[in-house]
């Protein structure tokens, strides 16, 4: 074999560029990064092919690469002040939280119980490893936390109940490791009710040894009668699968044994909200997968264990930063619709003009049409709801970025919480509710006070790990109740 390693020969035109730099994913559009944070874009992409261990692709010219890119790319990008009016729907209040340890990084905010009697959530806490439960009880204010387990990075926590005894379990996905690399600490843990233990929960290993596990939903995909489940291990490069897990009976601990199988091998999935996509009576899974792929598919169950997968949406750009979907009927006319934002800065700590909230909506035949409704750089969540009770849906977000990169634009161009009211036309109107400060990477709609009314929830997280003790919850006064008085 002869070695050719002369940089010069390599290939220096357009065409060999884009074949190269689109070879594992899109062409990155020259518009997403400014002029000097390609060479490092560029760089990456270099050794990513090196490491890859493919060899079917021919690299290029390193210097003339950048220039490709550097060529039509903004000195710097630019960022719009968003057009939005002051908000006059919701009041704000901090709610505190007792009983753990300060918050930091809450990843994941899950209602288990939402009756007026008994509002209770479970939440987890990248950064502290707390898996808690918190309760609220009738009037009282504070919220009271009880600390189930703490495990590595727990990045999301899904209630079942596996044996159908009315108590649920918890099933937490668990990092493992807060920096991505290929090795393998990943977790998936069932949490059961356990009067022994003194935090009421026992915690027991579903699997270990997994890469980077980001979420986990459940269903009876068989439709056997036993809850199955469906973990995302968002990996790295070379690790990392949507995996479905089928429950095969349990052992005499009462914990399920399940058959694994991979449903997607590709690493970068966020979370696969289980739904009926198609009206057949069947349960599909919705995936959302990032890293450079930027896909939402939707694997439909044919029934026989197998299933055909579909591509619904392919964003534009390896950087768009894949942040969350919610699967709605979101123009009330019976078919299923997602709701996605593109908004994690993860890779390189940067918000982009080209953070948005997206509507991919079903045209009833399953096509879908794309369109994007509003723009918030560093958007991590949105949640519809029927916010005004109009009659359409309304949108609730919230975004995520640190305090530097929020200080090196001017004061009010960044959003951290803000809501879309849906006018008759379709057309929204934005509404403001926390500017330059983007401290949430999650949030819930939920009618908080019981009155009937939906309220936007936002637990705490920081990029600069600033602790916090409080919630804060945005009381709607759509419904005019007795709202408890501030203090
Ligand atoms: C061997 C496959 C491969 C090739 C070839 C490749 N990339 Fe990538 N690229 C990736 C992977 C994998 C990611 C996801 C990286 C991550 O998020 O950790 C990525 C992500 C990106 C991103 C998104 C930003 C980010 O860091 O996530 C950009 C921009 C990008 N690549 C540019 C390029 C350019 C420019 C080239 C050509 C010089 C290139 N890539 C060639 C695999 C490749
Ligand atoms: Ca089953
Ligand atoms: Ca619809
Ligand atoms: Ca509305
Ligand atoms: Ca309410």
Same mark, same amino acid.
């Given at each position: ?15 060999? =560029? ?13 518009? /997403? #990064? ?16 090196? $490491? +890859? ?15 490709? #890119?550097?060529?039509? !790319? ?20 901090? =709610? ?10 809450? /990843? ?12 209770? #959530? ?13 309760? $609220?009880? !009738? ?56 009067? $022994? ?25 068989? !439709? ?12 790295? %490069? ?12 349990? +052992? ?12 997607? $091998? ?23 997968? /990032? ?33 969350? =979907? ?43 049409? %794309?369109?994007?409704?509003?723009? &918030? ?15 359409? &849906? ?11 990169? =929020? ?33 949430? !990477? ?46």
């Amino acid at each position: 074999m002869q070695l050719i390693n002369n940089a010069e020969s390599r290939p220096s035109d357009d065409a060999a =560029i884009q074949s190269f730099c689109g070879g594992c994913h899109l062409l990155p559009r020259s518009q /997403s #990064f400014g002029k000097a944070r390609w060479k490092e874009e560029v760089e990456q992409g270099f050794r990513l092919y090196a $490491k +890859s261990g493919r060899e079917d692709l021919i690299p290029t010219d390193m210097v003339a690469t950048l220039a490709f #890119f550097q060529r039509d !790319a903004p000195e710097e990008l630019a960022f719009e002040t968003p057009e939005s009016a002051e908000d006059t729907r919701f009041e704000k209040r901090q =709610i505190p939280v007792v009983g753990q340890p300060e918050m930091v990084a809450i /990843s994941e905010f899950a209602v288990l119980d939402s009756s007026p009697q008994r509002i209770r #959530f479970a939440t987890t806490d990248l950064w502290s490893g707390a898996v808690s439960i918190l309760e $609220k009880r !009738a009037d009282e204010n504070p919220l009271n936390a009880t600390v189930m387990t703490s495990v590595s990075h727990p990045a999301f926590v899904h209630a079942v109940d596996f044996d159908s005894d009315g108590t649920e379990e918890l099933v937490v996905a668990d990092l493992g490791k807060y920096s991505p690399d290929e090795t393998l600490q990943g977790s998936l843990w069932l949490l059961k009710a356990d009067v $022994k233990e003194a935090s009421g929960y026992r915690r027991y290993p579903l699997k270990l040894g997994l890469a980077r596990v980001s979420c986990v939903r459940s269903c009876d995909y068989d !439709a056997d009668g036993d809850i199955d489940l469906v973990v995302s291990d968002f990996g790295m %490069h070379a690790v990392g699968s949507i995996y479905l897990l089928t429950n095969q009976g349990s +052992s005499g601990e009462g914990i399920p044994q399940f058959e694994w199988s991979v449903l997607d $091998k590709r690493p970068g999935a966020i979370d696969t909200p289980i739904v009926d996509f198609d009206g057949d009576g069947r349960l599909d899974i919705v995936t959302l997968v /990032s890293q450079h792929y930027e896909s939402i598919d939707v694997l439909f169950n044919r029934g026989d264990q197998g299933f055909k997968s579909r591509n619904i949406y392919q964003a534009p750009d390896p950087s768009y930063g894949s942040s969350s =979907i919610e699967v709605v009927d979101f123009d009330f006319d019976g078919d299923l619709d997602v709701l996605y934002t593109n908004g994690d800065t993860f890779d390189d700590f940067m918000a982009k003009p080209y953070h948005s909230i997206h509507l991919i909506e079903n045209q009833g035949d399953l096509s879908f049409v %794309h369109r994007e409704l509003a723009s &918030m750089p560093g958007i991590y969540r949105a949640r519809a709801g029927d916010i005004d009770q109009d009659g359409d &849906m309304d949108i609730a977000a919230v975004s995520l970025l640190g305090s530097d990169e =929020i200080q090196r634009q001017p004061p009010g161009t960044f959003e951290g919480v803000m809501w879309l009211e849906q006018h008759r036309d379709g057309s929204f109107q934005r509404h403001r509710l926390v500017v330059d400060q983007c401290d949430a !990477a999650t949030c819930q709609l939920f009618d908080w006070d019981s009155d009937g009314d939906l309220d936007l929830i936002v637990p705490p997280a920081s990029i600069d790990w600033h602790p916090s003790s409080s919630i804060t919850v945005f009381f709607n006064q759509t419904v005019q109740s007795q709202v408890p008085e501030s203090k």
